[in-house]
């Protein structure tokens, strides 16, 4: 047996799945939102495992100024242009 994880775009891809489930061709389990928050869990404790040089307040605070600042700057010249 292999199991994929599918992502469902429309009602009638879901549809047909549930037939094929119905029909026991194929069989669905619904992922849990628990399992979806473990998997983030554990992917954030590896990126942050990785980080050896942490920042400070003082680096953060800078960072989204700049950050802001950018975007405050874009948006002012997209509107005097028009």
């Known amino acids: 047996m292999e ?11 879901k549809a047909l799945l549930e037939q094929l489930d119905g029909l026991g061709v194929i069989e669905i389990e619904h992922e849990r939102d ?8 554990a ?10 040089d942490k920042m400070t307040v003082k680096e953060v ?5 700049a950050v802001r600042s950018k975007r405050y700057a874009a948006s002012r010249k997209a509107q005097t242009r028009r």
């Not at 404790?45 to 980080?51: S, V, Y």
Request: hydrophobic share 45%.
């Open 43 to 52: 992917t954030m404790k590896r990126i942050r495992a990785g980080i050896k």
């Open 61 to 65: 605070v800078a960072e989204v100024d």
């Open 34 to 41: 628990d399992a979806s928050l473990e998997t983030l869990v």
């Open 3 to 13: 199991t994929l994880r599918v992502k469902v775009p429309t009602k009638k891809a």
